[in-house]
């Protein structure tokens, strides 16, 4: 498959969870999405693509579908969309996409399942944010744009706080991280906050990385030796290789500062290319602690995206 395909065909629908209906043409609107879609809105996931091939192998499967039938806004056809890199953008006449997440949690089985006996667009669909508006229609060419290599990290931050998650303490420590990692050039591009659950961080720490490639994930909270605790074990349970160094090196810093940093169980370590490092609760730990790891960070993130050679030298 080569750098450009085609418009095969442009769908829309008023409700979310339901098949969409091929319509002539669609107007792509920057910031927002496809004019009078249900899924129109200021997030990341504005625009669906599937390839065409996707829905032909699954009309051999001796099913019936339309276009639009899984959901999808613009079935193209030349691109392998799945095996496509967060960042890729697509050039349709006048209008800029850029790639966001590569499928998605099927949380239940909506009406399309029920419709057509599966969903292929939580496997193999993609979504998009529209940079660029304009108008789109079956025939328009595509061209893809690879992701450029030198785009700014991108990171996203968790904040584990039962009273957070219920209302009754407010999260300064999560939109701290954000500021600070803004300020250092970071794209953040999420923050969430949740109750100290294993599994509920864990689900979001591999949608983060596995879907929308985030290169960086900072969790604050849920590193000390309460009970409900687990964030230092969730974190390991999803990665891949362990990074134990750059704990190590946090506790040493933050010792520095107050002799109860021994106390902090926090960990790091590596799902696909992603980073994760669990960060201390509070506001000024985590200050403190961004502050000293920033600088080194880069490196290694370099290195771990292949935009770097090794630290060795011959």
Known sequence: MGNTGKVIAVCVSENKGTQKTEVPSIKLIPGWGIEGDAHAGKWHRQVSLLALEKIEAFRERGAEVDYGAFGENI?????????????????????????????????????????????????????????????????DEVELIEADPARPF??????????????????????LIGEILTEAG????????????????????????????VNVIFTTGGTGFAQRDRTP??????CE??????????????????PTA??????????????????PGSPKAVKECLGFLLHPLEHGLEIMLGRSGECARQ
């Open 241 to 258: 290789r362990m990074t134990p160094g750059i704990a190590e090196a946090i506790r040493a810093y933050s010792m520095t500062k107050t």
């Open 233 to 238: 074990e969730a974190t390991a349970e999803v």
């Open 186 to 213: 970071y794209d953040v591009v999420e923050g969430i906050l949740i109750p100290d659950e294993p599994a509920m961080l864990k689900k979001e720490l591999m949608r983060l990385a596995d879907q929308r490639q």
């Open 154 to 175: 991108t990171a996203a931050w968790i904040t584990l706080s039962d009273k957070g998650a219920a209302g009754e303490r407010e999260d300064k420590s999560g939109p």
């Open 75 to 139: 079935i193209v056809e030349g691109f392998d969309l799945r095996n496509l890199p967060v960042g890729t953008r697509f050039r349709i006449g006048d209008t800029l996409l850029e790639l966001t997440q590569i499928g998605k949690e099927c949380h239940t089985h909506c009406a399309i399942y029920h419709q057509v006996g599966d969903c292929i667009m939580p496997r193999e669909g993609v979504f998009t944010v529209v940079l660029e508006g304009g108008t789109v229609k079956a025939g």
């Open 262 to 279: 021994m106390l902090s169980r926090a960990t790091a370590g590596i799902r696909r290319e992603t980073l994760i490092i669990n960060l």
